[in-house]
């Protein structure tokens, strides 16, 4: 089965600090992602990445930045954390191609106080 | 801009029904549609990826259809159980526009299976 490692569960953490949350799968996919869901607004894509040091921009990007140093770990970084940036965050991980199944961690609870 | 809804919001049935999870798309153009299970504070589970070309996937009493040209997918789920209380989520993968693995979700439905 393929598994998705999300290494926090629930964090809280203060404005202002900076924020790792770290990802990590272990069936050798070339694409993995972080999203972040709100109710109301859904999932939305923070950053993409399709390779080692590769990464595009999703929808929301402004306020995080993304590493990828090894292939089998993502980690999505909060410079400067605020509280408007309390949310669930969900890592991901999909084989490349456009006709792969996405496969999702466990989701990492942030609260910004 | 591809936009993925999902009627109803929330759904209440009895224990050994079956039932209907709509979701439609206003993009014809994707690649494959998925449909997730999201139990309360956990992440998302893959359930059915229906590419395309395909009408319908089955897994156990699962069965996912597809209708590409009206921009409709259902998720039939048979004899339904109160472990199948969760939020379904669809998402489609767009085949248009260069960015073909930005996901497009709708927001949920969620269903609570009474006992």
């Known amino acids: 089965d393929v598994k998705v490692t999300q290494s926090s569960r629930y964090l809280v953490k203060r404005t202002g600090e900076k924020v790792f949350l770290e990802c990590v799968q272990d069936?050798?996919?070339?694409?993995m992602f972080w999203y972040r869901q709100d109710p109301g607004l859904g999932l939305r894509l923070i950053y993409f990445s399709y390779d080692v040091k590769m990464k595009e921009k999703g929808d929301i990007p402004e306020g995080y930045s993304v590493s990828r140093e090894k292939k089998e770990r993502f980690s999505l970084i909060l410079e400067s954390a605020s509280t408007n940036q309390t949310s669930m965050y969900l890592c991901?991980?999909?084989?490349?191609?456009?006709?792969?199944?996405?496969?999702f961690g466990e989701g990492s609870w942030l609260t910004v106080v | 801009k591809q936009e993925v809804t999902q009627i109803p919001a929330a759904l209440s049935v009895p224990e050994g029904e079956n039932l209907v999870l709509n979701c439609s798309f206003t993009d014809s153009a994707i690649y494959n549609l998925q449909w997730f299970r999201q139990d309360p504070g956990k992440g998302l589970t893959s359930l059915l990826l229906?590419?395309?070309?395909?009408r319908e996937q089955t897994s156990g009493r699962l069965n996912a259809s597809l209708d590409k040209s009206s921009g409709r997918s259902t998720l039939y789920i048979a004899a339904s159980q109160p472990g199948d209380s969760a939020t379904y989520l669809c998402?489609?993968?767009?085949?248009?526009?260069?960015?073909?693995?930005?996901?497009?979700f709708g927001k949920g439905t969620l269903l609570t299976v009474n006992p």
């Open positions: 069936m050798d996919h070339e694409n």
């Open positions: 998402a489609v993968r767009p085949r248009s526009g260069g960015s073909n693995y930005k996901l497009t």
């Open positions: 991901a991980s999909s084989p490349p191609g456009p006709g792969n199944t996405i496969y």
């Open positions: 229906i590419q395309s070309s395909q």
